[in-house]
């Protein structure tokens, strides 16, 4: 089983980015799929999570950021708009088998996680 996070790169405040989970080995529609960030210093966060149609934020992301799902491709997909310099940090994404939508942003509760992609927003 492997997720193969992708996307990153540099960016202007204001900017957009779209970044892309895909997995091999198992078919991420039988999972829940969380997107997380680790800036320096800081302790990962939990983005946002997508699993049988529902999906979820982080307060700091709503409305600037969009989580959707590729069954097709495998792939899930994180569209980041409007970025900020404060949305600067690695992102991962990390596979989770019946997690109670309630634990979403609980890292210990994901099985499976891509190596990360540094997005920076800078000008």
């Known amino acids: 089983f492997q997720l193969q996070a992708s996307g990153g790169g540099l960016v202007q405040p204001g900017g957009s980015l779209r970044l892309s989970c895909e997995a091999s080995g198992f078919a991420l529609d039988d999972y829940g799929i969380g997107w997380f960030r680790q800036a320096p210093g800081k302790e990962r966060e939990g983005v946002s999570f997508?699993?049988?149609?529902?999906?979820f934020y982080a307060d700091f992301v709503k409305g600037r950021f969009t989580i959707s799902r590729d069954n097709a491709k495998n792939t899930v997909y994180l569209q980041m708009n409007s970025l900020k310099a404060e949305d600067t940090a690695v992102y991962y994404c990390?596979?989770?088998?019946?997690?109670?939508?309630?634990?979403?942003?609980?890292?210990?509760?994901?099985?499976?996680w891509g190596q990360g992609t540094l997005v920076t927003v800078s000008s």
């Open positions: 990390a596979s989770a088998p019946r997690l109670p939508f309630s634990l979403w942003r609980a890292p210990p509760y994901y099985t499976y």
């Open positions: 997508i699993n049988v149609g529902r999906k």
